[in-house]
């Protein structure tokens, strides 16, 4: 008789219950959060817990490493499982996740669920998907700003030589413009004094 052993069934046969814990949990060492139902999080809880003690208990046993793969059937999960998880929680009796509602699912109206683990590789910027370069790209221009301005004064202050020979070149240009101008107009004006004289006559 299997009375009162209805918890963490999920409307599932055996075989497709065990193979939904299993890729629930191996999300949740790879990403270290997932969002589910209420219901496949708590089950999750009783099924993803006792791994990481197995493997907090025992760090380099090969026995418990074959016992972690015979429920994650995935290697690189349970080496992060041995080499990057278990030794977070030394320390630590229990209580390796955490489950957050937020809410309920539009559709079915089932409860959705947070499930993260309680100490973590990734950080909470890398988890929400924010990007650190962008925040430190709109930091720079202002510390930027200064160097502008000083690098403008040391210009002014201090010139190159290239600097002050192409400003006399300009200014010969310059004048040779000037002088061509003023011939052009004496030249104008003697024509347009003959041209009255004659006009006159």
């Known amino acids: 008789m299997r009375h009162r052993k209805k918890k963490g069934r999920l409307s599932r046969n055996t075989a497709w219950r065990k193979a939904t814990l299993k890729s629930l949990a ?3 060492f790879l990403h270290e959060r997932i969002e589910t139902t209420m219901a496949k999080a708590r089950a999750l809880r009783s099924f993803a817990e006792p791994l990481i003690t197995l493997a907090k208990k025992n760090p380099g046993s090969i026995t418990a490493m074959r016992r972690a793969f015979q429920r994650l059937s995935d290697k690189d999960i349970v080496k992060k499982l041995f080499t990057n998880l278990a030794p ?3 320390d630590v009796n229990g209580g390796y996740t955490r489950i957050m509602a937020f809410g309920d699912r539009r559709g079915d109206g089932a409860r959705l669920a947070i499930m993260e683990l309680t ?7 890398e988890l929400l998907g924010i990007d650190t370069k962008e925040k430190e790209k709109k930091r720079k221009p202002k510390a930027q700003k ?5 690098r403008e004064t040391t210009k002014t202050v201090h010139p190159n030589a290239k600097t ?9 240009d310059v004048k040779k413009e000037k002088a061509k101008t003023e011939r052009e107009k004496v030249t ?5 004094k003959r041209f009255q004289r004659k006009s006159i006559g």
Request: proline fraction near 0%; aromatic fraction near 6%.
């Open 26 to 28: 191996n999300d949740l």
């Open 88 to 90: 977070l929680y030394k």
């Open 119 to 125: 100490k973590r590789t990734i950080s909470d910027e």
């Open 146 to 150: 200064g160097k502008k301005e000083e």
């Open 164 to 172: 002050e020979e192409k400003d006399k070149h300009s200014a010969i």
């Open 188 to 192: 104008k004006r003697g024509l347009f």
